[in-house]
C-alpha cells in the first residue's frame, strides 16, 4: 500500500511530530510503502533517528536559523499567517505527493487541507488524523479577527464530510467529531516508542515506608489547560499537611511563556522555591530519562487533553502517575490499579493522591506494576500502527470505482 502521512509542519520535537514519525517508521517496518509530506521540515531537530529510512518530501528546509517562531503569533499576525498556511503553503505541499499513492494521512488541523487538494479531485480515501481541537471549533467569537476562523470553519467541515474517516484518541473527541463531521469516525489510540522499551527500576521502597522526600515531576510543553498550577497548589497543601516532596516541572515555554510567567508567580507567591524547580526547556532524552529515574510519581492535572502520551512515557517507566479526567487517557485507566484519577482543577484532590502515594509504598508499587503492564499489552507505537492500517484497508475496500 503507498502510503502519503502529511504534516504541515516538521520542524520542532512535540509530541504531534514524534507521532507521525513513529507512524511512518512503523508502518514501513510493517511491509507498506510511506512517504511523510511536510510544507517545512528540519531534519536535524526533528526525528532524525525515527526518520533515518523514511522518504521525507518537503516544501522548504529549516535549520536552527531558519525555523518560524510561530509560538508567538498573536491577533492579526495570526489570523494573517494562518490564511497564508492555509491558501497558499497548503496547496504548494499538496503538489508534492506522488500521484500512485493509494491513501492519504493528514495529521491535524492544515494537513487535511492539503489532503484534500490532492485526495477529493483523485478520490484517493483521506484518513484525517484529528488529534486535538481545531482553532474555529472551541472559537466562538463573532469579531472582526474571528471571521477567518468562522469561514475556514465552514470549509473545512465541507471538505472533510467527503474524508473517507477521521481518526480520534479518546472518547470525548469522537463526540466532538460526530457532532461536527459527517465522515466515519474511529477511535485509534496511539503509544509509546515500541522500539524504545525503558526496564522499571525498583524505586518504591520497604514496604510501609516511604521515599524521605517523594520527588514528582511533570514533563510536556507548556500550555494553560495543563493546568500545572493546580499541581503547584497541591504540593504547596500535601507540604503544609506534613509530607516531604519537591516537584520538577519540565517543558518548553515556546509556545505559551506567558504560562511560563504564571507559573513562576505562583511558585514565589507561595513560597516554593526551595520546592518546586522549573525547567522551561525542551531537553536532551538522556537528561530526560534522568529526570525520570529520579521520580517517585508523576503528575498530570490537565483539564482538556485529547490522549496523553506523556502519562503512558512515566507509566512505562515504572513511575505512580496522577492523571486528570479531563485528559483522554484517563479513560483506559482504573482508579487506584493503574493511576490515582483525580477531577480538573482541584487541587486539592491532587493533594490528597500526594499524600496517599508519599504514605503507601505498596500502592505505588502496584500502580508502576500495573501501569507498565497495561502500556506494554495495549499501547506501543505497533500497536497504534497496526491499528490505523485496518482503518486504511477498511477504506480501500469500501471505495466506490472510478
Known sequence: ????????????????????????????????????YCYGYDQARCFPELLAGVAVKCVRRFDASTSPRRGFETGWRRSGAQLRRYFREAPRLASLIDSRTEIVNPHEWLAHRS??????????????????????????????????????????????????????????????????????????RCGIDAHNLPAAPARHGTPGRGPAVLRLVSVGVLAPWRRLEDAI??????????????????????FWPAYGTVLRRLVAELGLDDAVTLRFESI?????????????A??????????????????????????SRGAGVSEVLRDGEHALLVDPRRPDQIAGAILRLAADAPLRRTLAERG????????????????????FRGCLARRSPN
Open 115 to 188: 489532503a484534500a487538494l490532492f485526495g477529493l479531485p483523485r478520490r484517493v480515501p483521506i484518513v484525517w488524523t484529528y488529534n486535538d481541537p481545531s482553532h474555529w471549533h472551541v472559537h466562538s467569537g463573532w469579531g472582526l479577527r474571528d471571521l477567518p476562523y468562522q469561514a475556514l470553519g465552514w470549509l473545512d467541515t465541507r471538505q472533510i464530510n467527503r474524508f473517507a474517516a477521521v481518526t480520534v484518541l479518546s472518547r470525548w473527541m469522537a463526540e466532538l467529531a460526530e457532532r461536527t463531521f459527517t465522515a466515519p469516525v474511529h477511535m485509534v
Open 298 to 323: 508523576a503528575l498530570f492535572p490537565n483539564e482538556r487533553q485529547a490522549w496523553g502520551l506523556a502519562q503512558l512515557e512515566a507509566m512505562v517507566r515504572g513511575i505512580p502517575v496522577v492523571v
Open 372 to 391: 507498565r503492564a497495561l502500556v506494554l499489552a495495549s499501547y506501543t507505537s505497533v500497536h497504534y500502527a497496526r491499528h490505523m492500517l485496518d482503518v
Open 284 to 296: 536532551p532524552d538522556s537528561e530526560l530519562e534522568e529526570a525520570y529515574a529520579r521520580a517517585d
Open 233 to 254: 497548589r497541591a504540593v504547596a497543601a500535601a507540604r503544609d499537611a506534613g509530607a516531604a516532596c519537591h516537584y520538577g516541572i519540565i517543558g518548553s515555554d515556546r
Open 1 to 36: 500500500m503507498r502510503i502519503a502521512l502529511i504534516r504541515h509542519l516538521m520542524d520542532d520535537p512535540q509530541g504531534g511530530a514524534r507521532l507521525v514519525a513513529l507512524l511512518a517508521r512503523d508502518l514501513q517496518e510493517l511491509g507498506e510503502e510511506v512517504t511523510l
